[in-house]
């Protein structure tokens, strides 16, 4: 699927001179590009790295960590901007930073998604810029480095640092902006924890160990660690992965983070998996990822194991489960959520 804000930024990609730095997130799941030598990556995709590397590129993976970048070393950073304005605004302030005096950011967006503001703060911490309208909603803008002295940073909400946000009777979470839902309890996954009791009772046997599949900082983990079982929490988002290991380590949790996208990589099987699956890569709502969740949730599951999915209500997970679960029923729902019960057996 091409993203329209990307393709306007290919071609400075492709007549990349100098040092470039190439900011890529989720929207560009699936961007084809020749790799250049002058060109780095950084992406906050574990998936997006693996696929970039197979083309070539050099990438690395991280929560957009730019501290490995000189102050006033690069010629240019490119960037399709990201779904969360803290993400942004981080992006923005650093590519002030790395860029060398007159060095450009050069970044392309929907209207929708905020491009116009991110232009005209961007362009007062960095002094100069210039817009251009692409499509009738795409704008591709250019920010021009001409001030030297310290200008005022855009509010990135502390980005990198690792807070407690949110907190019940039994934990306080650490989380950041860049995780998903990063400063609350999603309801979805508190009516997972308030029907828990509820779930493990159709349970054939107590589980023996737990994978969390897209954990974000890890709240249903911590939940179910309550079981006295080992937890496998995993996510392909780096900040997800920072908070979780945070939370693992804190309390301490019997347990592993791991970075992988729909458990790729994870060989062991497990007797419970909990899952509230995401539905939208970046802007757009992937239904195939829904697929792919269902499908890792197939193969890492024991065979006499359980999983259980949240959903919103109008999604009809028991219907794309029924391709990979013997069974797929709905356990309990309110006016908003469902949980869905997999099998593989009845
Ligand atoms: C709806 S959120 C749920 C987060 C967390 N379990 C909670 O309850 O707060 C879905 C999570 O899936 C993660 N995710 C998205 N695509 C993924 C992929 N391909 N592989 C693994 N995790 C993914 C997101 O980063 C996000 O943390």
Redesign the pocket.
């Known amino acids: 699927m091409s993203d329209t804000a990307f393709n306007q930024l290919v071609p400075f990609l492709q007549k990349a001179e100098g040092r470039y730095l190439w900011i890529a997130d989720?929207n560009l799941l699936s961007a084809q590009l020749s790799p250049s030598d002058n060109i780095q990556v950084i992406t906050n995709?574990?998936?997006l790295e693996a696929r970039l590397l197979n083309q070539g590129w050099k990438v690395f993976f991280s929560d957009y960590d730019f501290s490995i970048i000189e102050d006033n070393s690069l010629d240019s950073i490119i960037y399709r901007v990201s779904k969360e304005k803290p993400v942004v605004h981080h992006v923005i302030n650093e590519s002030y930073r790395c860029l060398k005096p007159g060095g450009q950011l050069i970044m392309a967006g929907d209207k929708g998604e905020g491009i116009k503001t991110y232009f005209s703060k961007g362009k007062k911490l960095f002094g100069d810029g210039q817009s251009v309208k692409a499509t009738k909603d795409i704008w591709q803008v250019t920010l021009h480095k001409l001030k030297s002295d310290k200008a005022e940073p855009l509010d990135d909400k502390d980005y990198p640092t690792l807070r407690v946000t949110v907190a019940d009777e039994q934990f306080d979470y650490y989380s950041k902006p860049g995780?998903?839902?990063w400063d609350k309890?999603?309801k979805?996954?508190a009516f997972?924890i308030e029907h828990l009791d509820q779930f493990l009772m159709t349970l054939p046997e107590p589980p023996k160990n737990a994978l969390?599949?897209?954990?974000?900082?890890?709240?249903?983990?911590l939940n179910i660690s309550q079981l006295d079982i080992p937890v496998t929490a995993?996510?392909?988002?780096a900040a997800?992965i920072l908070a979780c290991q945070r939370n693992f380590d804190r309390y301490p949790i019997n347990g592993k983070v791991i970075p992988?996208?729909?458990?790729?990589g994870i060989s062991e099987k497990f007797d419970l998996i909990?899952?509230?699956?995401?539905?939208h890569?970046g802007f757009s709502v992937d239904g195939d990822?829904t697929d792919?969740?269902l499908k890792?949730t197939h193969d890492r599951l024991n065979e006499r194991g359980v999983a259980c999915f949240v959903t919103n209500l109008h999604i009809p997970l028991e219907r794309k489960a029924l391709q990979y679960f013997h069974q797929a029923e709905c356990i309990a729902a309110n006016g908003n959520f469902k949980l869905v019960r997999l099998t593989h057996k009845a």
């Not at 969390?212 to 983990?221: K, M, Q, R, T, V």
Request: proline share 5%; with cysteine; glycine share 12%.
């Open positions: 989720e995709r574990i998936d995780v998903f839902g309890v999603d979805g996954s997972l969390d599949l897209g954990c974000g900082y890890g709240y249903l983990s995993s996510d392909n988002n997800a992988a996208s729909c458990a790729e909990i899952c509230n699956p995401p539905f890569a990822l792919r969740f890792a």
